[in-house]
């Protein structure tokens, strides 16, 4: 009697792996094949918070030296095109290099007295450094930024880069907001992640990151 080979059918649970396997790596290429844009954005943007965080540690390294931050007029000698990616005599012991952005652009940067914040705008709409509802309206920051140009930044401790700018009108007193009000900070303190606002809690403008 004659024994028949059978044919076996199907795969193996081994072979479905293999075949998963390859056709996700097909499609990772295919995207990056066909959204190039959007890997070189991703590439830019890191660039960008890496050079914002440079200049944030270099200026309160400044502050720590002098008691100061930068001054507006220094600022504006130094943040040219003409200085990008050179160095600044006045802040080599902060910056090896002065950065800037894509097409040596300068970042915008707002100093005052006693804060500062450097801004600029991320490639990557859906960057999770963006702040929430930035654009979808769901949530009002009084910024004094046009959201379709400026999405991310970085400032001092004791304001935040996507809020106006903290007026006179807000006084020095700090405040905490918490469940009983708004109570005077004083002796206690008031740091991040705490609700500190200068002079006022009804006022958004007058919230700061940390009384601190």
Same mark, same amino acid.
């Given at each position: 009697? =004659?024994?028949?080979?059978?044919?076996?059918?199907?795969?193996?649970?081994?072979?479905?792996?293999?075949?998963?396997?390859?056709?996700?790596?097909?499609?990772?290429?295919?995207?990056?094949?066909?959204?190039?844009?959007?890997?070189?954005?991703?590439?830019? @943007?890191?660039?960008? %918070?890496? @050079?914002?965080?440079?200049?944030?540690?270099?200026?309160?390294?400044?502050?720590?030296? %002098?008691? &100061?931050?930068?001054?507006? +007029?220094?600022?504006?000698?130094?943040?040219? +095109? *003409?200085?990008?990616?050179?160095?600044?005599?006045?802040?080599?012991?902060?910056? /090896?290099?002065?950065?800037?952005?894509?097409?040596?652009?300068?970042?915008?940067?707002?100093?005052?007295?006693?804060?500062? =914040?450097?801004?600029?705008?991320?490639?990557?709409?859906?960057?999770?450094?963006?702040?929430?509802?930035?654009? @979808? *309206?769901?949530?009002?920051?009084?910024?004094?930024?046009? &959201?379709?140009?400026?999405?991310?930044?970085?400032?001092?401790?004791?304001?935040?880069?996507?809020? *106006?700018?903290?007026?006179?009108?807000?006084?020095?007193?700090?405040? =905490?907001?918490?469940?009983?009000?708004?109570?005077?900070?004083?002796?206690?303190?008031? =740091?991040?992640? @705490? /609700?500190?606002?200068?002079?006022?809690?009804?006022?958004?403008?007058? %919230?700061?990151?940390?009384?601190?």
């Amino acid at each position: 009697m =004659k024994t028949e080979n059978k044919k076996k059918l199907g795969f193996t649970l081994v072979e479905l792996l293999v075949v998963m396997v390859i056709l996700s790596l097909l499609m990772i290429a295919a995207v990056g094949v066909l959204n190039p844009r959007s890997l070189t954005d991703r590439a830019t @943007d890191l660039a960008r %918070k890496k @050079d914002l965080n440079k200049m944030r540690t270099a200026f309160e390294e400044y502050f720590n030296d %002098k008691g &100061k931050y930068p001054s507006f +007029s220094d600022l504006n000698n130094w943040n040219v +095109s *003409g200085n990008c990616n050179k160095t600044v005599s006045e802040m080599s012991n902060y910056l /090896n290099k002065w950065p800037c952005g894509t097409g040596n652009t300068p970042y915008t940067i707002i100093v005052n007295t006693n804060w500062f =914040k450097v801004v600029t705008n991320l490639g990557n709409k859906k960057d999770k450094d963006i702040p929430e509802g930035w654009y @979808d *309206g769901s949530r009002t920051y009084t910024t004094n930024f046009n &959201k379709n140009e400026v999405n991310y930044g970085v400032s001092s401790s004791n304001v935040l880069w996507y809020e *106006g700018d903290i007026s006179a009108a807000c006084g020095s007193i700090c405040l =905490k907001l918490n469940a009983s009000g708004c109570n005077d900070a004083a002796g206690v303190g008031c =740091k991040s992640p @705490d /609700n500190c606002y200068l002079g006022t809690c009804s006022l958004v403008s007058c %919230k700061v990151s940390s009384c601190e």
